[in-house]
Nanobody
Framework: QVQLVESGGGLVQAGGSLRLSCAAS????????MAWYRQAPGKQRELVAI???????HYADFVKGRFTISRDNAKNTVYLHMNSLKPEDTAVYYC???????????????WGQGTQVTVSS
């Protein structure tokens, strides 16, 4: 079994910054893609950013130039650096990871429990 635990959420004023962390632990041989999603009240969960094991990234248009995703493979951890935050960034932020438990096995997708980010105007 694998657990992903997010941290770093909180309340921040518009224009401020936060750094989210998501640490994976458990039965892990390797983690392929890791991603951050968010879900605002009454809305569907949406992709924010994704990073593969080699460090290639993809961002949703609404965060390009403001958010940066990074990872530390040795620590099985993914980060989301959020700058120039806007009230519309308010949401619960979730991380996920495609985990390989053993060599040459398929991956399984795991999600964290989410961390609240609230941006006040």
């Amino acid at each position: 079994q694998v657990q992903l635990v997010e941290s770093g959420g909180g309340l921040v004023q518009a224009g401020g910054s936060l750094r989210l962390s998501c640490a994976a632990s458990g039965s892990i041989f390797s983690i392929n893609d890791m991603a951050w999603y968010r879900q605002a009240p009454g809305k569907q969960r949406e992709l924010v950013a994704i990073i593969n094991r080699g460090g290639s990234t993809h961002y949703a248009d609404f965060v390009k130039g403001r958010f940066t995703i990074s990872r530390d493979n040795a620590k099985n951890t993914v980060y989301l650096h959020m700058n120039s935050l806007k009230p519309e960034d308010t949401a619960v932020y979730y991380c996920n990871g495609n985990v390989q438990h053993l060599p040459n096995q398929n991956t399984n997708l795991y999600w964290g429990q989410g961390t609240q980010v609230t941006v006040s105007s």
